[in-house]
């Protein structure tokens, strides 16, 4: 069986290259409407084309960011299988006259094609390989979404129902080096503002009370903060205040950036992070913000899907391996359901957010070919 899918596949691959070419020739920024309407409106007759209709499709308003698209194809068994993939990229408009889709051997260039476009060009590809070779797939959904690179504001709550009765979870985001991800850290993202008092800063220096020398303490109690040994990274990634050079700073801001492996190294820091005060009374503190996303812990639910993965990747002649990452997806709330998540399970190559970002033609085929091989086996399970 799994041979023969995966010669499907390779006998397939230019036609799975060109959706992706025609796929990321498509610039989809998370802050661009209009684009994000166009990519998500191809992506759904793409897909259509592909699969065919859909037994149920509907569409989640994401405005002013992209809405999330959820297409239900049924299929054999009773349990769902969710793919989660998102269609935004962090790449502008005009990136691709700098950075134009190309395959060079077995290389493939692009903005986005790693994270995540090829993701979701293989899980459509594995279906098709699936419905070729006449093997049972479950019923899948597609929860698609324009907004997952500013942290899916918009698109959580859809993704939370759609997975909460899932029988497992595939997120087809970009692969750690080629390892699936059985674990993400949780992130907070929180934003301080204070609020001094100004004052000519030569003629009258006790009369002010520093926004900025305040600010300057948040700095440094917020970093020390970090325990790397527990998992935990605290950044302060923005910062800004004052008006001029003369006068005491009556205002200042900071831009926090929290990532934990537990919850109780959340809420140490959220504690700390609320407790924190000014050393000058005068200057008000005011901490907004919270946890974008939740820990994705490796529980047994994961672990057992991803122990199903890795023994159908052994059939394949694929040691699939496995990781926990800082970063965090749409995953991160599907495993917080208590639901089977593996994570990581889209492109195989590099460079993220990075100009050097590139997908591979083996991986893609390889992890469209274990695509398929895993669903069949949900579906007998």
């Not at 989640?60 to 969710?82: F, N, R, S």
Request: charged residues 20%; negative net charge.
């Amino acid at each position: 069986m799994s041979a023969a899918l995966l010669e499907w596949v390779r006998a397939h691959t230019d036609e799975m290259l060109a959706d992706l070419g025609e796929y990321a020739r498509l610039e989809t920024p998370s802050d661009d409407p209009a684009a994000l309407a166009a990519g998500r409106d191809w992506v759904v007759s793409w897909i259509e084309r592909r699969l065919g209709a859909p037994g149920a499709t509907r569409t989640e308003p994401g405005a002013p960011h992209g809405d999330t698209v959820v297409m239900d194809h049924p299929g054999t068994g009773d349990g769902t299988v969710v793919i989660l993939a998102h269609y935004d990229t962090v790449w502008p408009i005009g990136t691709l006259a700098e950075l134009p889709f190309s395959v060079d051997g077995d290389v493939i260039r692009g903005p986005g094609v790693f994270d995540m476009k090829a993701g979701l060009v293989q899980a459509v590809w594995a279906i098709r390989a699936l419905r070729a070779a006449g093997l049972d797939c479950p019923p899948v959904r597609l929860v698609l979404n324009g907004d997952e690179e500013i942290g899916s504001p918009a698109s959580r709550p859809v993704i939370e129902e759609c997975c909460r009765d899932a029988a497992a979870v595939l997120v087809f985001e970009a692969s750690a080096d080629g390892a699936v991800k059985t674990a993400r850290k949780g992130v907070g993202l929180f934003d301080l503002t204070l609020t001094g008092v100004e004052a000519h800063a030569g003629l009258d220096p006790t009369a002010g009370a520093s926004a900025i020398t305040a600010l300057a303490e948040f700095v440094t109690a917020a970093t020390a903060l970090t325990d790397l040994a527990a998992g935990t990274t605290v950044n302060v990634g923005v910062v800004g205040g004052g008006t001029r050079r003369n006068v005491t700073a009556g205002s200042a801001h900071a831009g926090v950036d929290v990532r934990v492996a537990d919850q109780a190294e959340a809420d140490r820091v959220e504690r700390a992070l609320t407790a924190w005060r000014p050393a000058d009374p005068r200057v008000a503190a005011r901490l907004d913000g919270g946890w974008n996303r939740p820990v994705m812990a490796r529980t047994p639910a994961v672990a057992g899907l991803y122990e199903r993965a890795r023994s159908v990747a052994a059939t394949l002649g694929i040691e699939l391996r496995e990781t926990a990452v800082g970063g965090a997806s749409d995953g991160n709330f599907a495993a917080a359901l208590g639901v089977p998540v593996l994570d990581g399970f889209g492109a195989v190559g590099g460079g993220a957010h990075a100009r050097g970002e590139h997908a591979t033609v083996p991986g893609m085929v390889e992890r469209a070919t274990l695509a398929a091989a895993l669903l069949t086996s949900l579906s007998a399970h």
